[in-house]
Each structure stands twice: as structure tokens, then as C-alpha cells.
């Protein structure tokens, strides 16, 4: 179970990846070197006190470099002997079956009686007969039923080392919530950019029942589903640098899902990593939305590719930084493997995973039977416990618990602030009153603090 070391501790909002060490993410730049997650992102290390900071790259897709370990400075020499090792390891680290392969894999498998479908544990894989012999010392389930095919995110085991995949699947309760609002906001594609979870309740729904008429195609970087979805259902991708891993093919196939056949709406649903990079992924997603938009041929129009981003609320100003047309709507998203986050009413119990979108807030309708209720003057769904604050004139809980106005900050807070004197705002009872005279971390300057030091270029 997670809990131990899990997301939430990284309620940090703020410019992330900018520890003590004072580092800050550049972006995606032309030319950046490559490693097996695809072109690395430019960074850049200020230490205390000096203005100009040293800019490096690493790995887009891997905040632990346990995971991926590659890093360049950006003014270094590489030698022409070290490119070449590098492209041998690259190579060398990607899966050992293509997504072509695995496709026939599944084929044969699909006709293996019962009794001869084994999935291996510890490789995640489905084995053929031949291969069980290279198995024979690893832990297997037999009899894997076509149920269990059409649920591959239930027989694959949730990969949750927090810093690279972070795979925190839905309820299932939420699940039917995203796909129910889906179908009745008149969508019939759906791109699922990490949401295996999802995708496999469409495709399920669209193999079994006959007037089922969504589709859903999924981007997510965790290669084992490639062997339960062919080419048009699932590309090998990464949101950090908008990577396709299979080249311009899975691009060409992206492109043309999102090719809005006959009124068959899309919308795009995705749901990363927390501890992800905001930055990184918004421009990921303003490429997707522009691979949207290039794919419309009905003439011009000044419209967005609809979009649901799910993230915890405590990123909600920095997805509007990027993303100006989006808002949060109060619905709690509840996970399967997320220990703290189960859905509940009371306590503290309560997820902090909102829905983002670029849709009209008025048109999602929430379930009023797990605690929702309509707003008419916000005209929008809001928690039961949302106040409508007169002075504010919006309902401006977060969280979903009740908050109240403090009229020295003019704005609702969190029910445990108090307006603290010497801070010149609310925070907690207990908290250490910020000392700015101490100077900034970054520059060291006395005035303000890191998060708005003038001396880091914001991009
Ligand atoms: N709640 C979702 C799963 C979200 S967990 C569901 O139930 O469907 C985050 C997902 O993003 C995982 O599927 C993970 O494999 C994927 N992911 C993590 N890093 C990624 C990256 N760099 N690029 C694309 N997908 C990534
Ligand atoms: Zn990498
Ligand atoms: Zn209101
Ligand atoms: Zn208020
Ligand atoms: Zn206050």
C-alpha cells in the first residue's frame, strides 16, 4: 500500500524541483542531448548567493536517478567516443519486445486455452509456452481468464516509486464518474494520456457491449500495456518532452485519433505524476492541443481541444499560469491504491485531487449523492461544505471543507488559519513567522524570498 512516501508530501507548490540546491527547469530546447526517456530537459543550478546559475540536462521522465542517471552539462564537450557509447546504451535500454511484437505475442496468446495462459510476476509479461522453462524459477498466475486481459491495470502491478511513474489508479467509483460526464458532455474520443485506468474501462464497454461507441487511445510511458493494446489503442509515450517512442508512426496515429471525424468530439483526460513539472507538462499539452487543432478541418476556429487535467488543488495557480482558461471543479478524483485518499466525508479523509478544464464549469455536473451541490449564483457544483462567501461573491473552499473570511487578507482561508500580525497574513496558530530580512536563498538579498527572487528567469 502506498502512504509511506507517497505524493503528498510534495504539497509544495512553487517552482518544483527547486530544492535547497536552488534548481529550476528551463524547458525542452532544440538539439538537447538523449536518453532512453527521449530528449532531456535543460536545468539550471543556481548556488547561494551567485547570480549566474550553471545549466545542465538530464532526464525528463525520471526525477530519481536511480531510475535514469543522465546528465550533461550544457556548455561540456561530448567526445565522439562517449556519443556513440551513449547511443549503444539507449538503445541497449529500451524493452525487449517491440509494441509489432508484443501485438502478435497477444495474438497467439489469446488462442492458448485456459490452461496455458501464465503471466509472469517478476518480468510483468505474458508467457507463451515456449517460454516457461526461461520462468520456471519466477512467481506466476495461471489460467488468465479474457476478463483479466480486457483489466490489464489490475493483473500489471501498480508501479508507485514516487519519483518516476507514480501510478495511482482510480477508484473505480471516480472512473465511472470521468466516463459518465464524458458521454453525457457528448464526447466519443477520448485521448488518455496516462489514464490506463480509463482506457481500459472504454475498451472493456467497447469490446462487450454492442452500442458502446466510445473510443480511447492511450499515451503513457509504462511499456508493459503494449502488450494488451495493439498500435491504434496505445502509444509508448512520454508528457515530459511530448516523446513518442515509436517514432513518427505513434505520432502519425496520435494525429489521426484526433481527427474529429463526423462530429465524433474529442476530449483529451490525463492524470501525471504529482510530483511532475508543471511547466514540462503544460507545454507538452499545448503540443497536443496544437496536434488538435492542425487536424481541424472545418475552417477556423479559436477553440481549445476540451481537456481534463487531474491534479491536486494545491497546483490549481500553477495551471492557470499556463493555462488561463482553465478552472477547478470541487470533485474529489478517489484512488485504488492510495491509503490516505479513499473518499470520505469526515476527517481528513478526503482526496486532494481535483479535475481541471478548459469546459464551462456549468456544464459538469457533480453527483449530489456523494456530497455535491449546485451553486447558482457561482453556476457551478460545488462540496456540500463550500460556503458561498458574500464578500468574496464565490465559493472558495479548496479542500472541501468549509472556510472562513478574514477581512485583513480580503480573502477566505483554510478553517485552521488565523490572521497572523507580524506575518501580515493567516496561517497556522503554530507557524514560524517568515523572516524576510534574512534574505533570499537564491541571491541572498534581503526584501524577498526565493520563490520571487528577481535573479531567476522564470520560462
Ligand atoms: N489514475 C490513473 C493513473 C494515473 S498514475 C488511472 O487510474 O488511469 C500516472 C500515470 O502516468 C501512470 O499510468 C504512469 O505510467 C504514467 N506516467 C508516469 N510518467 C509518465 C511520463 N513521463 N509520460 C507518460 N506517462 C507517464
Ligand atoms: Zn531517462
Ligand atoms: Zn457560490
Ligand atoms: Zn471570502
Ligand atoms: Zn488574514
Known amino acids: 500500500e502506498a502512504g509511506v512516501g507517497c505524493w503528498c508530501d510534495l504539497q509544495a507548490p512553487g517552482p518544483e524541483r527547486r530544492g535547497p540546491g536552488g534548481l529550476t527547469l528551463l524547458g525542452a530546447v532544440p538539439g538537447a542531448p538523449s536518453c532512453p526517456h527521449g530528449p532531456a530537459l535543460l536545468f539550471i543550478k543556481i548556488s547561494q548567493g551567485k547570480e549566474a546559475g550553471r545549466r545542465f540536462y538530464a532526464c525528463s521522465a525520471c526525477r530519481d536517478r536511480k531510475d535514469c542517471?543522465?546528465?550533461q552539462w550544457e556548455d561540456e564537450k561530448v567526445s565522439e567516443t562517449r556519443l556513440a557509447a551513449r547511443e549503444e546504451y539507449n538503445r541497449n535500454h529500451q524493452p525487449s519486445f517491440t509494441h509489432r511484437q508484443n501485438v502478435e505475442r497477444y495474438k497467439n496468446f489469446v488462442l492458448l486455452p485456459l490452461s496455458k495462459r501464465r503471466?509472469?510476476?517478476?518480468c510483468q509479461q505474458l508467457l507463451l509456452p515456449a517460454e516457461w522453462e526461461k520462468h520456471s524459477s519466477h512467481q506466476f498466475l495461471c489460467d488468465i481468464s479474457n476478463g483479466q486481459l480486457r483489466s490489464p491495470s489490475q493483473l500489471l502491478y501498480p508501479l508507485e516509486n514516487k519519483k518516476t511513474n507514480a501510478q495511482y489508479l482510480f477508484a473505480n467509483r471516480s472512473c465511472q464518474f470521468l466516463l459518465d460526464l464524458i458521454i453525457s458532455l457528448g464526447f466519443r474520443r477520448v485521448l488518455s494520456v496516462g489514464t490506463p485506468r480509463l482506457h481500459e474501462m472504454i475498451q472493456s464497454k467497447a469490446s462487450q457491449e454492442e452500442d458502446f461507441r466510445v473510443k480511447s487511445l492511450l499515451l503513457d510511458i509504462d511499456f508493459r500495456y503494449s502488450q494488451f493494446y495493439t498500435e491504434d489503442e496505445f502509444c509508448h509515450y512520454n508528457m515530459f518532452n511530448h516523446y513518442f517512442f515509436g517514432g513518427e508512426t505513434a505520432y502519425e496515429t496520435?494525429?489521426?485519433?484526433?481527427?474529429?471525424?463526423?462530429?465524433?468530439?474529442v476530449i483529451m483526460?490525463?492524470?501525471?505524476?504529482?510530483?511532475?513539472?508543471?511547466?514540462?507538462?503544460?507545454?507538452?499539452?499545448k503540443k497536443l492541443m496544437a496536434m488538435w487543432k492542425e487536424t481541424d478541418k472545418e475552417g477556423p476556429n479559436n477553440q481549445e481541444m476540451p481537456m481534463f487535467w487531474i491534479f491536486p488543488y494545491f497546483f490549481e495557480s500553477r495551471i492557470l499560469e499556463f493555462f488561463p482558461s482553465f478552472s477547478m471543479m470541487d470533485?474529489?478524483?478517489?484512488?485504488?491504491?492510495?491509503?490516505?485518499?479513499?473518499h470520505g466525508k469526515t476527517g481528513r479523509r478526503q482526496s486532494p485531487v481535483r479535475i481541471f478544464t478548459n469546459l464551462s464549469p456549468s456544464m459538469i455536473v457533480l453527483p449530489v449523492e456523494e456530497g455535491y451541490r449546485f451553486c447558482a449564483i457561482c453556476q457551478r457544483y460545488v462540496s456540500s461544505d463550500n460556503q458561498h462567501c458574500e464578500i468574496c461573491d464565490a465559493c472558495t473552499s479548496k479542500d472541501g471543507r468549509r472556510w472562513k473570511h478574514c477581512v485583513l487578507c480580503k480573502k477566505c482561508v483554510k478553517p485552521s488559519w488565523f490572521?497572523?500580525?507580524?506575518?501580515?497574513?493567516?496561517?497556522?496558530?503554530?507557524?514560524?513567522?517568515?523572516?524576510?530580512?534574512?534574505?533570499?536563498?537564491?541571491?541572498?538579498?534581503?526584501?524577498?524570498k526565493r520563490s520571487t527572487c528577481p535573479s531567476v528567469s522564470r520560462t
Open 119 to 122: 503471466f509472469c510476476q517478476e
Open 331 to 342: 470533485y474529489q478524483v478517489a484512488y485504488d491504491n492510495h491509503a490516505l485518499y479513499k
Open 269 to 285: 483526460v490525463t492524470d501525471p505524476p504529482f510530483g511532475g513539472l508543471v511547466e514540462a507538462l503544460a507545454s507538452s499539452f
Open 419 to 448: 490572521h497572523c500580525n507580524s506575518c501580515n497574513c493567516c496561517a497556522l496558530q503554530n507557524h514560524t513567522c517568515e523572516k524576510t530580512e534574512a534574505g533570499c536563498f537564491v541571491c541572498g538579498k534581503a526584501g524577498h
Open 69 to 71: 542517471n543522465f546528465f
Open 254 to 265: 496520435c494525429r489521426k485519433f484526433l481527427y474529429q471525424d463526423k462530429g465524433e468530439r
